[in-house]
C-alpha cells in the first residue's frame, strides 16, 4: 500500500511545524510548501521553496506536485498577520494577506483536486484563527481568517460527494517562538493573557496538530465544513 501524501504549507516553523513531525508520525509523507526552509529536514518530509503570496508560483508549485502522484491531504496553514488600527490599514496590506491567506488555498485545492476526485476521496483541512471572530488590530487578518471559514463550508458542500472533506481548525493563542518573542514567559503581560483564558494557559503547537491529524484521518469521513476551535475555551467567553 502506497504511503499517502500530505502538502502541507508554512510548515518550516510554529504551529505548522507541528503538524508536518505529527503527520510523520502517522505515517505520512508530508510535502513542505515555504519560502524559509526548516532548520533540518524530517525523515519522510520534502521541503520545496514557495512564495505562495504569488499566484503564478504557487499554481506551478502544485501542479507539478500532482503530476507526480494525487496528493491527497492538504493542510492551508501557512498565512501572514500585519497588526493594524482601522484608519492606518492600507490597500497593499488587504491586498498581500488575502493573497496569502485566503488566495493560496483555493489555488492549491484547485490543483490537487482532479486526484482527490479521481480517488473519491481527500482531506482538507484550513488553518484559521480565534480572531475570525474579532479582535482589535485585525481588520484584515480576522477578514481573511473569516473567508477561510466561509470557504471551506462552501466547499464542503461542493466536494462532499466526490467524499472529500474540508474542514477548519482556529487556533488561540499558542506558544510556538514568534509568539513567545512578543509574549515571553511570564511577563506581566503574558501572565494576565493566561488569565484571561479559560484553561489557564496559551496552548502548544502540537495541540493544534493533534487537531489537524484527527480532522485528516480516515475515519473522519462523516465530518466536513466544521470550525473547530484549539483555543482553552476563548472562542466560548473569557476567563473570569
Not at 518530509?45 to 503570496?53: A, H, N, P
Not at 493594524?84 to 488575502?98: C, S, W
Not at 476521496?121 to 481573511?144: D, P, T
Request: overall charge neutral; aromatic content about 4%; proline content about 6%.
Amino acid at each position: 500500500m502506497n504511503t499517502p501524501i500530505a502538502l502541507v504549507t508554512g510548515g518550516s516553523r510554529g504551529i505548522g511545524r507541528a503538524i508536518v513531525a505529527r503527520l510523520i508520525e502517522d505515517g505520512y509523507q508530508v510535502v513542505n510548501f515555504s519560502r524559509g526552509a526548516p532548520e533540518a529536514l524530517l525523515p519522510g518530509e520534502t521541503f520545496r521553496s514557495v512564495d505562495l503570496g504569488d499566484a503564478a508560483a504557487t499554481i506551478a508549485a502544485a501542479r507539478e506536485l500532482a503530476a507526480g502522484r494525487p496528493v491527497l491531504h492538504l493542510v492551508n496553514n501557512a498565512g501572514m498577520i500585519q497588526v493594524a488600527d482601522i484608519e492606518d490599514v492600507t490597500q497593499e496590506q488587504m491586498a498581500r494577506t488575502m493573497a496569502l491567506n485566503l488566495t493560496a488555498p483555493l489555488l492549491l485545492l484547485q490543483a490537487l483536486l482532479p486526484g482527490m476526485r479521481a480517488a473519491k476521496y481527500g482531506r482538507v483541512v484550513n488553518i484559521g484563527s480565534r480572531a475570525g471572530l474579532g479582535k482589535g488590530g485585525r481588520s484584515v487578518y480576522g477578514a481573511s481568517k473569516a473567508g477561510l471559514a466561509g470557504m471551506t463550508r462552501t466547499w464542503a458542500l461542493e466536494l462532499a460527494g466526490d467524499g472529500i472533506t474540508v474542514n477548519t481548525v482556529a487556533p488561540g493563542p499558542v506558544a510556538t517562538e514568534l509568539f513567545n518573542q512578543s509574549n515571553p514567559p511570564g511577563a506581566p503581560k503574558t501572565v494576565a493573557l493566561e488569565a484571561s483564558i479559560p484553561v489557564g494557559r496559551v496552548g502548544r503547537p502540537e495541540e493544534v496538530a493533534h487537531a489537524v491529524a484527527m480532522l485528516m484521518d480516515p475515519r473522519a469521513g462523516f465530518t466536513t465544513g466544521q470550525l473547530l476551535y484549539v483555543c482553552g475555551g476563548m472562542s466560548v467567553g473569557l476567563a473570569a
